[in-house]
C-alpha cells in the first residue's frame, strides 16, 4: 500500500512537466527570419513569411534543399548518408534549428532583429 509520502516525487514531476510545458507555450515566439550558416559563417539569410526553395551547399560536398512554405522552414532533401536533417520537424519558432552535421549546415529561425553585439569574446 502505498502512503501518502509516495506521491510526492511523482507529483513533483507532473508539476514540473506542466510549469514547463505551459512556460515553453506562453514565451514561445513565432520567427520571421531564417539564417543558413555553413561551417560556422552565415551563407544567406530569408523571410519565413515567403515561400521559396534552396539548395545549400555543405561542407564536403553535401547539397541540402531547404523548403520554406506557410511560415515553417523544413529541409526536404539531404546530400549526407544518415539524412538525420530531413527527419526533422519543421520549424518556424524563434531559436528552433536544423542541422546537417556532415555538411555542417546550421538553419535557425530568429525575430529578424539586430543583436546589439557584434561579437563576443572570452
Do not use: Q, R
Not at 89 to 118: A, M, N, R
Amino acid at each position: 500500500m502505498m502512503k501518502k509520502t509516495d506521491w510526492i516525487i511523482p507529483g513533483a514531476a507532473v508539476a514540473a512537466a506542466l510549469v514547463w510545458f505551459v512556460a515553453h507555450n506562453v514565451t514561445a515566439k513565432e520567427g520571421k527570419k531564417v539564417i543558413v550558416s555553413v561551417g560556422g559563417i552565415e551563407a544567406g539569410t530569408f523571410d519565413l513569411d515567403k515561400d521559396d526553395e534552396f539548395e545549400i551547399e555543405g561542407d564536403n560536398g553535401i547539397i541540402d534543399k531547404l523548403v520554406i512554405k506557410d511560415g515553417k522552414a523544413n529541409m526536404v532533401e539531404a546530400g549526407c548518408p544518415d539524412k538525420v536533417c530531413v527527419n526533422m520537424p519543421e520549424i518556424s519558432e524563434v531559436g528552433d534549428t536544423i542541422v546537417c552535421l556532415p555538411g555542417k549546415i546550421v538553419v535557425e529561425i530568429t525575430d529578424g532583429k539586430e543583436s546589439e553585439y557584434d561579437s563576443v569574446a572570452n
